[in-house]
Structure formats: C-alpha cells, structure tokens
C-alpha cells in the first residue's frame, strides 16, 4: 500500500498495513496508527476526539508519516 491509499484509509479510519513501518488499527472503539510499533496516533471513534498525538521526532519515516496522519485529518 503506498502513502496515497494510506492517506485515504486514514481519512476513513480503516485498517491499513504497510510493511512494518506503519499501520492502522480499527478495533471499533478506538483508531490507531503506529509508526513501527510506536503508538503515534489514536482516535475515540464515538465522539472523533484525539487521545493520543504524539508529534516526537524519531526518523524521517516517522514524520513522514505524521504529516501524512496531519493532512488526513485536515491538522
């Protein structure tokens, strides 16, 4: 999966999988996305509030990746 498709998973809070370096989780009650296995973002999906947005810089990848959680959400 590219960051395109990811960006548009993202939007709609589906699961999303891309190698080891990010992925999306939807238990149903809360959406979350990891940068490897770093917690980097996480969504009450019954009122849309943020409980986790973790903006730490680690490498490259990862604020690519938080940018790309950012334009997702319109942040």
């Known amino acids: ?3 395109q ?3 548009w998973a993202i939007k709609e809070r589906r699961p999303f999988g891309h190698g080891q370096s990010m992925t999306g ?6 959406y979350s996305i990891y940068s ?3 917690l980097i973002y996480q969504e009450d ?4 509030n943020a409980l ?3 903006t730490d810089k ?8 938080q940018n ?3 334009r997702a959400l319109g942040l």
Do not use: F, P
């Open 58 to 65: 680690y490498s490259q990848t990862t604020s690519r990746q």
């Open 52 to 54: 986790l947005w973790n």
């Open 25 to 30: 989780e939807n238990d149903g009650k809360t």
């Open 68 to 70: 790309i959680i950012k």
């Open 5 to 7: 498709a990811i960006e």
């Open 45 to 48: 999906l019954s009122n849309g």
């Open 36 to 38: 490897y296995s770093t």
């Open 1 to 3: 999966m590219n960051y």
